[in-house]
């Protein structure tokens, strides 16, 4: 393991007080817990958006917190959900008085965390709602695809419910954007090599130099299948074709297209990916209003990209258009 | 520690509170001791850090013992459900934090605890992992080595053995259960998206459960 | 090599293409040659910032494009300079009435390219000046530190110089803001991985599993000496130690300090190392003004990082926080 | 295309722009075999692109050569500039970019040319690369195969030799120069960072300007 660290146990502390340094002018860290909040939380009239999970995903997800995206994130260790104290505290300090929603992954850790978190929070008085990312054709269940992962949709999903929020809506409108967003939104990846949990000090999984994995989830979850490398063109071609029937995107739909870098995967290859992506999209007669390229929603030092279409209609495009003020994503209106 | 904290051996009809410490110490040594090993189950089936949230769960842990010394088995198990579930969080904070709140709550302000006891609060603990994680048993999680340890011991008590016998059977039938998930196809949890590829990895959430029955059990077997 | 490509011949273009179906709202690449320009270059009464490189260091040059930064980029196959063809029309279409200022790294065939360039756009009547970088205290030269090369400083004289350019200001003063930040600004980094330019298809160097290239170059340019690989704090106390004592920064400065991921070295480590970096300047009495940390300047998928001191007086503040609109840099004034 | 663009060989006192042109392709193609070895030998001392420039420089000027079928040296020569500073850029469009552009205006016009103007291109060749990179010889770079082989074709016209004599001459000098590199150490350009470090390397670019100068000499030598 080749790592820039010192305790490999300590790596979370030390990234958060690291983090504080360069952004301590508009995101604070509480007491109470490792919960980091938007400066000026809990902003009054103004629904909390709380989310959270393991570390290692930079820049997700505290790399989105500010105005217009996220209010609060709990900070898990590497890959592993944080526990309910951290995400009970970010809803009473987001709390403005119209309630909380709580974005989140669909992982088991994650799930029964936030739980345990809103009951806490209900318990005193606080209005709760959640929403739960399963953007992530890569993990199968083709039958009930609420079972599946959240990956980098949940990216998209902050930004929108953000501008929601932002707004002054209702917690129950708000929550409204967060599904809407998911259940139009449909993620898959391919990895070419894996990471480490530096307390773990091994590798996630192994691949020979030709293969690839496909469906990768972002910690390194084996996907669908293992597959010999190929061009890049017929790689994205592939997804494309996957993401593209299940949802299933047509004709005449908009979109925004997201292409996520994995962590080691240079951006160079995130745009000639970009490229056929466009070619796909708009050969299949569906028109790309944004085209979104970086690194959204990473896997430590994983080389691998995954891509996204989220289907859009006017009142989507407003709020993926509205201006937002984080670390990672700032935008002065369009 | 390991010593100092062994407990009672032989044929026993009580444990103290003492004896409890003494058995949550030695959980943590053995989860400690099989961090690696439960990383290397968890790659296989989903991120490889099982061994990693064990280990800092147990080391939150082992950290509130020496403030629990003299205190009721109930508030120790529920000091160390607090640890489990306020530190670290992943899938093992609520799920086993959940159990030893329960099963802290039915040995509320006891300082001794008989068979009776125990089996309560292994009933407790396992319905909290139920209402928790909402899985059911043949769903290859820690449910398939609780549920076979909790029914052993509902019919030891039964056949009126001590709580000696009653543990080694808890034991042996949670090892059994441990080792049935090999060939279960997983369906909560991360590892349920790879569906039949889950088949022939023993789940590691099991395996831990397992460590810990048996580190609890160690001085009775 | 593994990498998400098609012809290894073919990257730069295939990336650009990609580039620009997602950033076509804002940049356009001119016909003559492979240039990338704001769509709404030449701005009038502005001087126009020009500058270019090799690629392989998204998001440098290209990310950087737009208001309060960079007018045009001439870009280069994989760290290879642009040719004076590429530069000479960037020139020419951002010259808004004012003249041009080239910024260039301080490598041979980018200055050679440059002069070349510039000399056709003299004799059109054209007023070009230049500025080069040469913030690398990794690259030796105590003595003649004209010498040294050019690395991630690059992005803070964009910024700062490009800041001044959008005031209106003349090419003289623009010039004189550009040597100044570059006289300011010093950078070292290391790597613990190589990176493979795809058409030589080797990785540019080797290291041993527990070895690190000390001064690395930003093209995998071997640096002063190679170390053990040590604890990140270690590391960042010798960066800090070299880069404090060169300018040299002094008790009673104010800095920006930058800290620069190299390609494959997850965010995680970079806030580490930041927080290592923070206590190494406040230790010595000097004032931390901003602290940036990210990917400004990579080396394709190099594991590495650099920290960069940069002193601001007033005027630097100023420049450094202006608004900026660009695709990997939006700051909407502070 | 090697053996359609052989050109003369044996002694010669005139070289005609069909000849010209063959020595073009055979530097394309040489330029061509060596870019994995040029890639080499500047990943020791550079940035590890050598090859991949030159070769993508000489693919461009390969590309130009048809169209170039009965102009005469001067347009050649020109013409290979302007593709040499037009495609690639790099350190090695500019400078043998310029060397060509300079060499082909002291052959404007010309069919044919004799030892005289080959003399001629060679000095302008050195200037312009004098001009553009001001390096010195001795600094390690390609003057340091440039320089020896314009003293040698220099001499060599003043004894009174002939055409394939001159290159002999000029290539032997040029292959000594490039070797001589070996135990310098690099005072401008890339590697020049490196100091003392350098020693023991063969400079890339001054490896590459032996290559194109044999190739050019081949059926001469
Ligand atoms: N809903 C659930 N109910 C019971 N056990 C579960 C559930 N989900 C997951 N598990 C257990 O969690 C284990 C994985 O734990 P761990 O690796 O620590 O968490 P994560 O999957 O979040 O990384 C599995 O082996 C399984 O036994
Ligand atoms: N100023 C200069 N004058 C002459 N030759 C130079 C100069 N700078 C560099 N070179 C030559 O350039 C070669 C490196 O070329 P190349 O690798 O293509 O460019 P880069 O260094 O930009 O990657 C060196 O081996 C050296 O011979
Ligand atoms: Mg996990
Ligand atoms: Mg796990
Ligand atoms: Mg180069
Ligand atoms: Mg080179």
């Known amino acids: 393991m080749k790592k820039f660290i010192n305790d490999p146990d300590a790596v979370v502390d030390e990234m958060v007080d690291g983090f504080l340094y360069a952004h301590g002018d508009r995101i604070r860290r509480l007491a109470e817990a490792r919960t980091l909040v938007r400066a000026d939380a809990p902003v009054k009239g103004k629904v ?10 930079k820049p997700s997800f505290i790399g989105y917190i500010g105005k217009g995206m996220l209010d609060a994130v709990a900070v898990g260790e590497i890959f592993t959900s944080p526990p309910p104290g951290a995400v009970y505290e970010a809803i009473k300090a987001t709390d403005g008085g119209k309630g909380v929603l709580l974005l989140l992954g669909n992982y088991a850790g994650d799930v029964m965390n936030f739980d345990m978190a809103a009951e806490l929070a209900r318990g ?5 709602e959640q929403s739960i990312a399963t953007d992530d054709v890569g993990s199968g269940f083709k039958d009930d695809k609420s079972k599946r992962r959240g990956v980098v949709g949940e ?4 930004k929108m419910t953000g501008a929601m929020a932002e707004r002054g809506e209702s917690l129950s409108e708000v929550k409204r954007i967060a599904d809407k967003v998911n259940q139009n939104t449909r993620t898959m990846g391919v990895a070419i090599s894996p990471c480490t949990v530096p307390a773990a000090g091994k590798p996630t999984f192994t691949l020979a130099d030709d293969e690839m994995e496909v469906g990768v989830g972002h910690h390194g979850e084996p996907g669908l299948r293992r597959e010999k490398l190929k061009p890049v063109d017929e790689i994205v071609d592939m997804l494309c074709a996957e993401v593209i029937s299940d949802l299933p995107f047509k004709a005449g739909d908009e979109v925004v297209t997201l292409i996520n870098g994995l962590g080691a995967t ?3 290859e995130l745009y000639i990916a970009n490229r056929r992506l466009f070619k796909n999209v708009t050969d299949k007669g569906i028109r790309v209003y944004r085209a979104l390229v970086g690194e959204f929603f990473t896997a430590l030092e994983m080389a691998g990209f995954s891509i996204t279409l989220c289907r859009l209609d006017d009142e989507l495009k407003e709020l993926l258009d509205a201006e937002a003020y984080t670390p990672y994503f700032t935008q002065a209106g369009r | 520690m390991g010593e100092m904290h062994m407990g009672n051996t032989g044929e026993v009809a009580k444990i103290t509170s003492k004896d409890v410490l003494a058995a949550i110490y030695r959980m943590c040594d053995a989860v400690e001791e099989n961090k690696g090993y439960l990383c290397e189950l968890d790659a296989a089936l989903g991120d490889g850090d099982h061994g990693v949230s064990m280990s800092k769960s147990f080391r939150a842990v082992r950290d509130k013992l020496p403030s629990l010394e003299g205190k009721d088995v109930g508030t120790i198990l529920r000091a160390v459900g607090m640890a489990l579930i306020s530190t ?3 899938a093992m904070g609520p799920l086993f934090g959940s159990a030893f709140l329960k099963a802290g709550e039915r040995a509320a302000g006891k300082q001794e605890i ?4 125990i089996v309560d609060m292994f009933i407790a603990g396992e319905e909290a992992i139920v209402a ?20 052993a011991i509902k019919e030891a008590k039964e056949e009126g053995l001590s709580i000696s016998e009653a543990l080694r059977r808890a034991t042996g039938a949670a090892e059994l259960g441990m080792k049935s998930t090999i060939d279960m196809i997983a369906r909560v949890g991360r590892a349920s998206r790879l569906g039949e590829r889950t088949i022939g990895h023993q789940d590691p959430g ?3 459960a397992y460590i810990i029955i048996k580190a609890a059990s160690m001085p009775y077997l």
Chains 1, 3 share one sequence.
Request: glycine share 22%.
């Open chain 1, 48 to 57: 909390g958006i709380v989310t959270g999970g393991g570390s290692g995903h």
């Open chain 1, 266 to 268: 240079p951006q160079l």
């Open chain 2, 88 to 90: 670290v969080g992943g």
């Open chain 1, 124 to 128: 005193d008085g606080i209005e709760v």
């Open chain 2, 132 to 151: 928790r994680g909402k899985a059911k048993v043949g769903d290859k999680t820690l449910l398939d080595t609780v549920h076979p340890a909790v029914e």
């Open chain 2, 114 to 117: 008989g068979l009776d006891d």
């Open chain 1, 155 to 158: 990216f998209l999903i902050w």
């Open chain 2, 206 to 208: 099991a395996t831990s």
